[in-house]
């Protein structure tokens, strides 16, 4: 891969996914990263209007299609529409423009496990279809299955080539730290601020019991690389293959801050379903990839990238 275009490159996971392919492709390559700065993917004109103005002059390979509008917490709850709405245009165009202006690039879009059932089994790929996602996502999460019939259409119709990879909680340097963001981020946050002013406690939403499967930023790059690669499958589970509850997240995070106070759970505040585990044997049988990084690891890691920063 030498030229390559990435939506949603200004997002968590886009820009790490740019930085690393901007280390591969080298100087003669040329890798784009589409931010909603640059362009209003949601909006039709302006999508093409950029196409057409950008694609000249290079003949991209690959597209990786991050661009989403999503939020943690309970807003989803409240914003089903705009949800929807936002994100089905972004993934229609973004289609109709690869289709359009580079029927030669490979596609591939990373997409959530919150498409899946909520139950306590790790879900196998095949549980995508004849299934419905969680109330509270449900808006988001069928958008994001809609993505998955629109690469198949646009194959079968046009013989593009595309692949999608579905993951977990994503945690790492460079995430975002504040109250209302995805549980992992969140709490690093609140646990490296209240031991840097040392605050007597921390709050943390639900009882602690709650189940999540975390990818480390970079074990997520590697992952989503070599299923770009490598992977002749629609859609293909990436993830460590195991969940951590609240509780032991919260411990690892305790001891990575320095955190000396105490932790109050509170079971009134949302949390989400349960249990989100993926089925992953797959990814190892298909492109010969598993996650590397240890929960341990990677949240003294993140922990210590989010002091330096919050230092500055």
Not at 53 to 68: S, T
Not at 73 to 88: D, K, L, S
Not at 191 to 198: C, K
Request: hydrophobic content about 40%; glycine content about 8%; overall charge neutral.
């Amino acid at each position: 891969m030498k030229n390559i275009l990435v939506t949603g490159a200004t997002g968590f996971i886009g820009r790490s996914l740019t930085r690393r392919l901007q280390e591969l492709a080298g100087p003669d390559g040329r890798v784009i990263g589409l931010g909603s700065q640059a362009v209003d993917l949601a909006n039709r004109t302006a999508t093409f209007d950029w196409f057409d103005k950008n694609h000249w002059g290079w003949d991209c390979d690959h597209i990786f299609h991050l661009a989403a509008l999503y939020k943690a917490g309970g807003w989803p709850v409240e914003h089903p529409a705009t949800q929807f709405f936002v994100n089905m245009s972004i993934n229609v165009n973004v289609l109709e423009a690869w289709k359009r202006y580079f029927p030669k690039a490979r596609f591939t879009s990373i997409v959530s496990y919150c498409m899946y059932p909520p139950h306590d089994n790790a879900h196998p790929e095949t549980e995508l279809w004849g299934t419905e996602p969680e109330e509270y996502l449900f808006s988001y999460a069928m958008t994001k299955k809609a993505l998955l019939i629109g690469q198949r259409a646009y194959q079968q119709e046009f013989k593009l080539a595309s692949t999608s990879v579905v993951l977990p909680t994503v945690y790492g340097p460079g995430d975002s730290f504040a109250e209302n963001s995805h549980v992992m981020g969140a709490l690093i946050g609140k646990f490296v601020r209240a031991a840097q002013n040392n605050l007597p406690r921390v709050e943390v939403w639900g009882t602690g019991s709650q189940e999540r499967e975390y990818l480390f930023i970079e074990d997520a790059v590697d992952g989503i690389l070599a299923a770009a690669k490598k992977s002749d499958r629609d859609v293909l589970n990436l993830g460590p293959g195991r969940t951590y509850t609240i509780r032991e997240i919260v411990e690892f995070i305790r001891t990575a801050s320095g955190f000396k106070g105490e932790v109050v759970y509170n079971p009134t505040r949302f949390t989400g379903v349960q249990k989100r585990l993926l089925d992953v044997r797959l990814a190892k049988e298909a492109i010969d990839w598993s996650a590397e990084t240890t929960i341990e690891a990677g949240i003294a890691k993140t922990v210590e990238w989010y002091k330096a920063a919050s230092a500055q």
